[in-house]
């Protein structure tokens, strides 16, 4: 079993810059396995947004975010990081972090998924 809870969302203004933190709880070792962020607005489908692999570290974002998103992580602090930049309106949605159950698995959408967080709350104010 995984414990994600994320933390850092808020209300902001467009153009604006906000991280988002996802800090896991489990027995596994959190450094072995991807993480991955996404969101869902209101209305809308939950949506991949970007995955960092846990062995290797490379990442791969959707292409509505890249350029403007970037995913980390401490695994000393068995945390990984939404980095968020010239934040939009349309930027508005529930965001979780998530995660899996295999080491290798590259995650790209909700069928990858075994773990969610409760998500956190960011609202950009045009």
């Known amino acids: 079993q995984v414990q994600l809870v994320e933390s850092g969302g808020g209300l902001v203004q467009t153009g604006d810059s906000l991280r988002l933190s996802c800090t896991a709880a489990s027995r596994r070792t959190f450094s072995d396995y991807p993480m991955a962020w996404f969101r869902q607005a209101p209305g809308k489908d939950r949506e991949f947004l970007a995955t960092?692999?846990?062995?290797?570290?490379?990442?791969y974002y959707a292409p509505s975010v890249k350029g403007r998103f970037t995913i980390s992580r401490d695994n000393t602090r068995n945390t990984v990081y939404l980095q968020m930049s010239s934040l939009q309106h349309d930027d508005t949605a529930v965001y979780y972090c998530a995660t899996t159950v295999s080491k290798i698995s590259d995650i790209r959408g909700d069928c990858d998924i075994d773990y969610w967080g409760q998500g956190t709350l960011v609202t950009v104010s045009s």
């Open positions: 960092i692999h846990g062995i290797h570290w490379g990442t």
